[in-house]
């Protein structure tokens, strides 16, 4: 259904349609912030062996396996709430509780804090899916670039203050107090969804029967699974450890939570506001195309940093790739929700975004042991050309989707 469909909105009702997303992507960037990107640099700034930081990464699980009850999300509608809005108040309000809990743990054993930190990503992860099915059953085409400008915006400011801000300060803040700041931002980010009238902007291809997860459609969408999992996996090969290849290089905790966690989220929050508009105005690939290209480059530089043993090269190749990266979100996300537009939006987009996260977990994982064992040079001349091709097969399945969109319309016109 085209936006032209829908009723004329003004500006100010426009961005007032797109602030319950946009908060809500801000509780995902800051709680996954904190939970993966900031503990590993607390436990490697603590003499913690890279192969070990590395399993850290398998909070991230729930995130790749959602796919496994999605249709569930899909199926059932809890009482009162809406259908989409019910699951994103009930996760959400499980991930406050647990990060409640876990803020009184500092002294618990590492088995029972590890348990609940993938406690809390699995309610962040299941709010996650609910909430772009939502987009895609309330959002038309044209308008969804700019709710992926949202949700880059919001996991940007997120990771600024999870990834950032809370490492930054986390010597003098401590366990608790960052714990709770995390679980009171994701209570206030809440409110704003309450309001959103899910029920009235529905759009009519989201009205057909939901069915149970079937394993067909996951063959049927394989290609573009394996596709967007190479690229998710290849592109935290190439900028994903760059926080810990920084540590390495001498560069002090806070300034690495600065660069990767603050500066970051910020460079990400402008370049996602940006290329929002640039994915309408100069088009979908050529972006993907240049801000690829300097994303490899900054590998390139990273290479020259770990050889040379410089942290200020590094410092410089690592805001090169984020400043890069920042211009692929809108455009990757913006097919994903194209791709997973059908009857099953919640199933759709975990097997697409979910199910490709899983098959870029062993590398996720393995990253920071395999950088040890081979040196961080070796390193990134490997993950560079891996970079590169994940990026050339994923621009490819993109063009032909938006050339079979392109011969759709010709033939309804």
């Not at 961005?15 to 490697?44: E, H, K, N, V, W």
């Not at 450890?241 to 910020?266: C, I």
């Not at 390193?379 to 392109?406: C, H, K, S, W």
Request: glycine residues 12%.
């Amino acid at each position: 259904m085209r936006d032209s469909a829908l009723p004329r909105e003004t500006g100010l009702t426009a961005l007032a349609r797109l602030a319950p997303f946009f908060c809500l992507y801000i509780t995902f960037g800051t709680t996954l912030g904190f939970l993966i990107s900031g503990a590993p640099l607390i436990l490697r700034a603590r003499g913690v062996e890279l192969a070990e930081v590395g399993f850290l990464q398998l909070i991230n699980l729930p995130v790749g396996l959602t796919f496994l009850w999605a249709a569930l999300v899909d199926r059932l509608r809890l009482p009162r709430l809406p259908h989409r809005l019910g699951w994103i108040v009930l996760m959400q309000g499980g991930a406050i509780a647990l990060l409640a809990v876990l803020s009184r743990g500092e002294a618990w054993p590492l088995p029972t804090q590890f348990a609940l930190a993938i406690a809390t990503c699995f309610c962040v992860a299941t709010m996650d899916i609910a909430l772009e099915a939502l987009v895609v059953e309330t959002v038309g085409p044209e308008r969804r670039p700019y709710v992926a400008s949202a949700k880059l915006c919001g996991a940007s400011l997120g990771g600024i203050f999870g990834a950032g801000v809370l490492i930054a300060e986390y010597d003098r803040l401590g366990w608790e107090v960052s714990v709770l700041a995390v679980a009171v931002l994701n209570a206030l980010c809440l409110l704003p969804m309450l309001f959103y009238p899910e029920r009235r902007l529905r759009l009519s291809f989201s009205r057909s029967a939901r069915g149970a997860l079937d394993f067909g459609r996951l063959r049927l969408l394989g290609g573009r699974v394996a596709v967007l999992g190479l690229y998710f996996a290849a592109i935290f090969a190439l900028s994903g450890s760059n926080n810990l290849a920084l540590l390495d290089l001498g560069v002090p905790l806070s300034e690495v939570g600065l660069v990767t966690g603050g500066l970051s989220s910020g460079i990400n929050l402008v370049m996602a506001l940006v290329s929002g508009f640039l994915v309408r105005r100069v088009g979908t690939l050529p972006l993907i195309t240049v801000s690829a290209a300097g994303v490899a480059a900054s590998g390139l530089l990273m290479l020259a940093a770990a050889a040379a043993g410089s942290p200020g090269l590094g410092i410089a190749a690592a805001i090169l790739g984020i400043l890069c990266g920042g211009g692929l979100g809108v455009p990757v996300f913006n097919m994903i929700y194209r791709w997973a537009q059908g009857p099953q939006p919640a199933t759709d987009y975990a097997l697409l975004f979910g199910a490709a996260f899983f098959a870029a977990m062993p590398l996720r994982v393995g990253a920071p042991a395999l950088a040890g064992a081979l040196g961080w040079p070796t390193y990134f001349a490997l993950a560079v050309p891996l970079y590169g091709l994940a990026v050339l097969l994923l621009r490819r399945a993109i063009a032909r989707t938006l050339e079979a969109d392109q011969a759709a319309d010709r033939a309804a016109a």
